[in-house]
């Protein structure tokens, strides 16, 4: 027996784990107790990574598709078959035709630098990834204050004295652009040391819980509640810029819209009263150290890049902002926003528009809510081909029954994931990355949004098949193959030369040497070798304060009102009302997402030891609301938007706010021909199925999967199932 020590790659958190390993086979998989970060925190997913070794319906050899069924083939015929189909859809329709679309397991594997040299050969417009379901609005904002998407503020959660949490649930997901392995725990001890803890959120949740004091906000009701703190805050005269008093711009235009937004006026949007509002601001201005953090849910909103900048607003005007127990800028070993600018360029958004929806593109990626508009509009530039990679759009998207239906159009569509799952099913070709236990990998990427400055290296602890490859290699595969005609071939050759010096591991050591613990900025010289050696990770330290060295602004300031901000701020009002409309035509609650321990987006139903328990696709609604339309508690309900309609069993539980219905995304496995057959049986219903690809961010176009008009009523007898009725 051996342990190998390495990280869990499932979540943000990426904890630190200890792998007992017999002969080639996982024995058990606990927290690692010497971890830098975790200190022997693990969740139930982590353990379960060794059902992925294990699972039989796990794709080991590349599969091609055969009249309708999926056949095993070698990786030459495999990556020869995958690119030959991908150019010819660029042959024949040009550029553009071929899309791609990346998911959120990109982030958590060394495949991520391959992916993007891939994309920026096939050369076309059509890219997408999960960001634009997820974190987006974060970027916008980031972008619009600071100069750089990537310049994203992490809370200072050991050491402050006041966390506010809005639109996030860290107790369950462990945190989103916010690595804190044990995060429950380090919430617990804001309060042991005598600080305090506030969630807003529609619903009492996990992670409200362990807090002092729980806000039942209205769905999309933030941008109100922070505009009526930030009232009382300039009103009260509490605003202190504190280190950044001469690095700000903006505050005069800031003050001035803040001026409008009386607790009392601000209330009513936001469904919680004045009073209150007002008494959030006191106590968050006078905490000594304080810090609001914004998740996911609130990305998921109509003003949800609006929100995000509020939020970082907060923190700046009560000095909060790049300070020790506030909102923070880590250091990472690798600099993340300098390698993505020496790849990319400055950072830009709206250099181009969608060709349906007219949405602009951020960082070359435009709103995968538009996607199937894309593949179903005729037209120049219409899309017929896909390369999808480690997503499952088809759960994960508005209307992913209309985009499934889209996808089963195209020509051609080529998949690197390991399943055959609601999305990948229909894929004419699928290559298959060995899984996460099986590869070895340095993880530049989330150092950059940790609590703590460290880093951690990640060996593989047990072999993959003979000739398994890992997501670099497919994706490498893949690029050494795309160029078209004779300079492509070129291009093919010459790349296949160089593909040694861009192996991941190589890459990084350059990243750490150059980086601000390398030989040229730091004592400690960090280099590959170095990282490798430390089982256990490397502390790094605390962070401190660093938002100067990071801006990127023109001027080298914080922008505390950026234009495009105060515009869509200016609309807030009209929001407010279409809000209100929206619910007066039959569609009178509001739908919104949740997250659950044992579940990891769309794709870790297929674990036994996660699958264990009972059914948690449910729809959560208030007793009053149930009441009212004569349900109850385990009834199966129909619930339908004007996209589609699902069923599923009713959850009745006072810890929704009325008016609200919650329900997780990620199941609906019950269609024919997906590979994950535990997963099938615990089918579920898609809420994507539901959700409205219109909704959106209005200014990123980012899915409002929050923000959905539904309405509930008891099934109809006897109609069994979880399949969505999307059009
Ligand atoms: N209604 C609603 N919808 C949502 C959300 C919500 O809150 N509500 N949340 C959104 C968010 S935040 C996100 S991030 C998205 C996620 O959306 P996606 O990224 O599209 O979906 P995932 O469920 O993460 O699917 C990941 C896929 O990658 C595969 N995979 C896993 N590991 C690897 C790997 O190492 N390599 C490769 N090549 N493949 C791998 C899995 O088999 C799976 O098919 O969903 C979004 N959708
Ligand atoms: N166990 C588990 N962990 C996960 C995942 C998973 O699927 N399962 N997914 C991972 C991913 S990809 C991500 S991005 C992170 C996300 O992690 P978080 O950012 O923590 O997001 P959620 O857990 O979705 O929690 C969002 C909360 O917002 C609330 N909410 C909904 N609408 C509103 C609103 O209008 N205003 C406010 N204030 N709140 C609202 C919801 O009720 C919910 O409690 O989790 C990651 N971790
Ligand atoms: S919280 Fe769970 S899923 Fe996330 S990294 Fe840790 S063990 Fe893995
Ligand atoms: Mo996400």
Redo the contacts with the bound molecule.
Sequence with gaps: MSTVYRQCTL??SHCGIQVLVEGDEVVRISGDPDDALSRGYI?P?GAALADIRSDVDRLRKPVKKVDGRFVEIGWKEALSLASRGLRRVQDEHGRNALASYFG?PRAHSSGLLAAGLLRTLIGSKNNYSSSSV??LPQYMSSLEMFGHFLILPVPDIERTDHMLL?????A?????LMTAPGVRDRIKAIRARGGKVVV????R?ETAKHADEHVA??????PYLLLGMLHVIFAEDHVRLGSLANACEGLPDLHELASRWPPERAARHAGVEGERISGLARDFAAAPRAVAYG????C??QAASVTHWLINALNTVTGNMDRVGGAMFPRPPVDVVALTERLGGKPHRGRFRQRVSGLPEFADELPVAGLADEILTPGDGQVRGLLLYAGNPVLSTPNGARLEHAISELDWCVAVDMYVTESTRHAHVILPPLAQLERSELDTVFPAFSVRNHIRYSAAAVRGPIDGKTDWEILMGLATRIGRGRRGAVVNALLRAASPLLHPERVADIGLRVGPYGRRNSPLALTMKKVKSAQHGIDLGPLEPNLQNLLRTEKGRVRLAPEVMLAEAGRLDELAASRETARTDGYDLTL??????????SWMHNSPRLMKGGDRCTALLHPDDAARRGLHDGQRVRLASRVGAIELPLEVSDQMRPGVV?VPH?FGHARPGVGWRLAAEHGGASVNDVTDPTILDRLTGNAAF??VPVRIDAAAEGVSNGKGSGR
């Design positions: 979540c943000d969740c997913k959120n997820d974190e809005i639109g996030a649930n860290p369950v997901s462990h945190g989103s807003i959120d529609p619903r949740t906000v209205s769905p999309g009701g933030d998740g996911v849910g609130v998921h909103q919104i997402g949740r997250r659950s321990l044992r579940s990891n987006n919650s990620g929050n923000d």
